[in-house]
């Protein structure tokens, strides 16, 4: 592998660690405040499935990279401009509602993705994709549920769900970005065309919503600048309690 693609599967691997990073962690500040007992522990459940995606991709990433880089180090010991991470991962976890907003539009998005790249050429990738599909189907099945069970619940439930869309509807589109270092990866085999995966996931956002009695948004505006490190507010005072041990303590180990 040359240097430039071995910078450019860092920096993708990179990407995706960053993304399962935060909206891991994202989803554990839910526990022990979530509505009832048993979706404390679903939610639990799926946050450590994206730690855990996160710890695998990070690992890679600090073998790609090769200077001696560790999970720890990368998910601990970066600043704010060097996470590569979308933006719709990092958004507060609101009420439950914009919880499960965000949480439809990414597992929508994350389970044609990763069964994609299950057929990636680097067979590490690969790997971690084939288990992130398993996973996956769980997230889709969960938070399409319960975007049904409150769009078509109550009117109040029903106004919730429907202004929890509207504000995260226009940071779908930057999933869907391949960018020169991406297109590199996927001309290689490696990565996934992002653009090919759009018209399924709307199809996929319609059919939640009809059966929801929710409309899709109609909203005109849209966001990105995650991947060149150019974060919302929020993620700077995430980074700040995620890091505080590392920092403080340093040499903790995952």
């Known amino acids: 592998m040359d240097g430039q693609s071995q910078q450019d599967l860092f920096e993708y691997v990179l990407r995706l660690g960053d993304d399962a990073l935060t909206l891991g962690h994202r989803i554990s500040e839910w526990t022990a405040h979530a509505p009832f007992l048993e979706e404390d522990i679903a939610l639990g459940n ?32 970066r600043d704010i401009r060097q996470y590569r991470n979308l933006l719709i991962c990092e958004l507060p976890i609101g009420n439950f509602a914009d919880t499960m907003a965000r949480q439809l539009l990414v597992d929508a998005f994350e389970l ?19 288990k992130a599909v398993k996973e996956a189907q769980y997230h889709l099945r969960h938070s399409s549920g319960w975007v049904i069970r409150l769009g078509d619940g ?23 970005i391949t960018d020169e270092l991406e297109q590199r990866l996927v001309d290689a085999g490696i990565a996934v065309q992002r653009e090919e995966l ?12 009809a059966e929801a009695t929710l409309a899709v ?3 005109s505006w849209q966001v990105d600048g995650g991947r060149r490190g150019e974060h ?23």
């Open 46 to 77: 799926i946050g450590l499935d994206f730690v855990g995606r996160a710890r695998l991709l990070l690992t890679y990433a600090g073998e790609v990279e090769n200077l001696g880089r560790d999970e720890d180090q990368l998910a601990y010991l």
């Open 112 to 130: 044609p993705y990763f069964q994609a790249l299950s057929q990636s050429a680097d067979r590490t990738l690969a790997g971690i994709a084939g």
């Open 154 to 176: 109550t009117e109040e439930s029903h106004g919730k769900m429907a202004d929890a869309l509207s504000k995260v509807w226009g940071y779908g589109p930057e999933m869907f």
């Open 198 to 209: 759009r018209q399924g996931w709307e199809t996929q956002l319609e059919k939640v919503l």
């Open 217 to 219: 948004p109609d909203v």
């Open 232 to 254: 919302t507010e929020y993620l700077g005072h995430m980074l700040a309690e995620m890091q505080f041990m590392q920092r403080a303590y340093p040499g903790l180990q995952w």
